[in-house]
């Protein structure tokens, strides 16, 4: 991202805790190195696909939810 914040305390609005799933992942990548965890999901679309509107769904999306909005370091 070409016009990405610095991480700053300033500009942090909050700090959310790992659900179990999470704190299970990493203590495996900190126990094992080259441990790795990945999920993968396809899917086939038929017909036409509108690109705008599923741009402005997932924009709203994010608007609405916080969490959506969060940054992994």
Known sequence: MTNAKLLTKENIKDVY???PVQEG???HS???EDST???Q???RLRGELNVNHVQET???LVNRHEV???IFK
């Open 37 to 39: 965890y990945f999920q």
């Open 58 to 60: 997932l924009q709203e």
């Open 17 to 19: 805790t790992l659900s």
């Open 68 to 70: 959506l909005r969060t």
């Open 30 to 32: 900190l126990l094992e």
């Open 41 to 43: 999901a396809a899917f």
């Open 25 to 27: 992942i990493l203590f």
